[in-house]
């Protein structure tokens, strides 16, 4: 029962790719998206909360399909990138990673929001008394302190993005090799005759890994405390 | 040399105070509510005056007049919270050097063991916040202020969280700096005792306003 076939390996390293990208490029907007939602008030905040949450809510083929007309080949974004930085998007693995990266954001930027909302500003101030400019006080306090947030976001970013379907699908179809993760892997194998064994196997993949990461976020979860009590 | 002329509404509550502090140890007396953190705060940078200016060494930090508002990482102060605010994520060597580090000043080892012998810190050098006693995380604090070598130490009741017991236990270490560290301090408290074994200038806060200023002897 459990013999991956190479296809299904081909189907398991392109999600593992597609999540790790998606995790890795989102992290560093998703850390800066969190301060500002935490720490900052200005015009349009609750507007840019909505706009963060929506993949949540909006039914994926909305999101595929909006992310096909601006990052298309012949959408405004994807034709500026394909053009000038020679980046393409539609029907490539970059576009499964674009896609899942826009579906875990929500995701990523909570936990990673919430602990910093948690600091205690009060260090912050105390290490401007002591000669820190605002961005040293940023590196060497915040993110410290935050980091065990901003690692549980990755986590669950990176679960969501290697479990997510609709949008993928709808933006960059699902071709072997190139844009079939596992889900749309499994997707293709219910419909086909005798599929069901391998489908099988996928699925148990799947669920290890949601698994894992789950455990690893509460993991991270629990070392946030731990970091905040300074023990 | 402390020039303090500043005007702030907070709410339903005004602070209007006027002085000049040329001790080594002004201090800041008045009952809980009388605007002493807001005034130390605002020395730091921490608050910003409605109107007025604060010079400190000379320099003016503060002058709402001319448009100056120097911001607190460049003021060069060191202030000492009532919860002494230790980095928790950093233990304590690591802590005592992390305002050298972010002044960018070079190492200078002998300053750095006079500060740790005069507070008794040295054994305390590997451990966390998370495990150390109130005294010894107030002296901590202390030590962490002064080696950002300020040119002011500014200190919020750092006695203020302490029992009786600790308080007798920190206190000899504030003489000790007041007569040997060589830096003017802004000691802030609403205990006449304690003031009156450490100031050599008062000034007293009533409600947001200077009731009296002089030598020790206005706390009777």
Not at chain 1, 12 to 23: C, D, F
Not at chain 2, 99 to 105: A, F, K, V
Request: aromatic residues 8%; hydrophobic residues 50%; contains cysteine.
């Amino acid at each position: 029962m459990f013999d991956i076939s190479p296809a299904e390996w081909t189907a398991i390293l392109l999600s593992l790719r597609v999540a790790v990208i998606a995790t890795l490029v989102a992290t560093p907007f998703g850390i800066a998206l969190a301060w500002l939602l935490a720490r900052r008030d200005f015009w349009g905040k609750s507007v840019l909360d909505a706009v963060v949450h929506l993949p949540l809510v909006l039914p994926p083929v909305v999101t595929g399909y909006l992310l096909l007309l601006s990052f298309g080949r012949r959408g405004l974004v994807g034709g500026f990138l394909a053009d000038y930085l020679g980046i393409v998007f539609s029907f490539r693995w970059t576009g499964a990673a674009l896609a899942c990266g826009v579906m875990s954001f929500p995701l990523l930027v909570r936990p990673m929001r919430l602990s910093i909302e948690a600091i205690d500003r009060r260090l912050e101030q105390a290490a401007e008394t002591l000669g820190a400019a605002p961005w040293k006080v940023f590196f060497t306090v915040t993110l410290p302190l935050a980091l065990p947030g901003v690692l549980a976001g990755m986590v669950l970013g990176f679960a969501k993005a290697i479990g997510e379907f609709g949008a993928t699908i709808t933006f960059v179809s699902n071709i072997p090799g190139e844009t079939q993760t596992i889900s749309s892997a499994i997707y293709s194998l219910i419909q086909t005759p005798d599929g069901d064994a391998a489908a099988g196997r996928l699925v148990i993949v799947s669920i290890v890994l949601a698994l894992g990461a789950l455990i690893a976020a509460e993991w991270f979860a629990r070392r946030a405390t731990a970091r905040l009590h300074g023990n | 040399m402390l020039r303090v002329d500043i005007e702030k509404r907070l709410g339903e509550f005004s602070l209007s105070a006027s002085f000049t502090g040329e001790g080594r140890v002004i201090g800041l007396f008045g009952a809980s509510g009388a605007g002493k953190t807001s005034l130390v705060n605002m020395i730091a940078g921490l608050l910003r005056p409605d109107r007025g200016s604060i010079v400190i060494d000379g320099e003016t930090v503060d002058d709402t007049a001319a448009g100056i508002h120097v911001p607190t990482y460049r003021r060069r102060i060191g202030y000492v919270f009532q919860d002494a605010r230790l980095f928790p994520h950093l233990n304590v060597a690591q802590n005592l050097d992390y305002g050298r580090r972010m002044s960018g000043l070079a190492p200078d080892p002998a300053h750095h063991q006079r500060i740790i012998d005069l507070l008794d810190i040295g054994a305390l050098q590997g451990r966390r916040p998370g495990k150390l006693s109130g005294g010894e995380r107030q002296r901590v604090a202390l030590g962490r202020a002064l080696l950002s070598k300020p040119r002011l130490l500014l200190l919020d009741e750092p006695l203020g969280a302490l029992d009786e017991g600790r308080k007798l236990e920190i206190l000899p270490y504030l003489a000790r700096l007041r007569d040997e560290a060589n830096v003017p301090m802004v000691y802030v408290s609403h205990d006449a005792a304690e003031l009156r074994q450490l100031a050599t200038q008062i000034v007293m806060l009533k409600q947001g306003r200077v009731t009296s200023f002089g030598g020790v002897k206005v706390l009777a």
